[in-house]
């Protein structure tokens, strides 16, 4: 019998979880080629050359070692960052996720250019860190290391909603995150308990190794598909 799939994971796998990926057709294909999907953000990218980078590097590595990791499509390890505030995108013009004030029409390109003139002004908010509290197929949860962490985190992501201009529904409990992939197929719950110890070895690999994820300062970045994020403006 399958052992039971903890609730982090539940999502990941078939049983559980019967529908297609989100994301599959818009930001990456069957084969697990990333799409043209042109959008903003502000990151705070792995410091390069850092131990606690490399050590995120062998969880992403144990990962695509599994013998069904072809069921995830991995972002290059260049990519690596944690996303603070989530900008706009191609394929979600919406209100709650575009600026009100602002056409629903308006080109990716133009609202990059009006959002490094409304970021301009945004002070430093502070500087904070980040542990890894979890991993699951598609990369590392993470939270302030402390309560203060975390507050600052939060105030970051409340003072930025004000020049992007929205919200978003999750916007207070968004759970922040490193992606290393997507899900192409779901997992097969027969394989729970396999990807489970990988995730709880690469847990405590990263506490003994990357107590604290070393972060470049938030930046506010563009980008065309989740292979490469430009830094236009450092913000802190």
Not at 10 to 28: I, K, Q
Not at 56 to 61: A, G, P, S, W
Not at 105 to 126: A, K, P
Request: hydrophobic share 40%; glycine share 6%.
């Amino acid at each position: 019998m399958a052992m039971p799939i903890k609730p982090s994971l539940a999502g990941f796998f078939a049983g559980s979880n019967p529908n297609p990926p989100v994301h599959l057709g818009t930001r990456y294909d069957t084969s697990g080629n990333f799409l043209i999907e042109p959008g903003n953000t502000v990151v705070c990218h792995l410091v390069n050359g850092s131990l606690s980078e490399a050590a995120v590097i062998e969880v992403r590595e144990r990962m695509r070692a599994m013998p069904d990791a072809d069921r995830l499509a991995f972002t290059p390890i260049s990519s690596l960052h944690m996303t603070l505030f989530q900008g706009i995108i191609e394929y979600r013009r919406r209100l709650s996720y575009w600026p009100e004030d602002v056409p629903l029409d308006t080109s990716i390109d133009d609202m990059t250019r009006l959002y490094l003139e409304r970021l301009n002004g945004v002070g430093d908010h502070g500087a904070f860190k980040v542990r890894v509290v979890d991993v699951v197929p598609t990369g590392l949860t993470v939270t302030g290391v402390s309560d203060q962490d975390e507050r600052i985190m939060r105030a970051w992501r409340d003072a930025l909603s004000v020049p992007f201009g929205y919200r978003h529904p999750d916007h207070d409990g968004y759970t922040f995150h490193i992606t290393f992939a997507y899900l192409i197929r779901r997992l097969d719950d027969e394989r729970a308990s396999q990807w489970q110890q990988l995730f709880d070895d690469c847990l405590s690999l990263l506490a003994r190794q990357a107590p604290v994820i070393e972060l470049r300062p938030p930046a506010f970045c563009s980008f065309k598909d989740m292979k490469h994020f430009e830094e236009l403006l450092v913000l802190g």
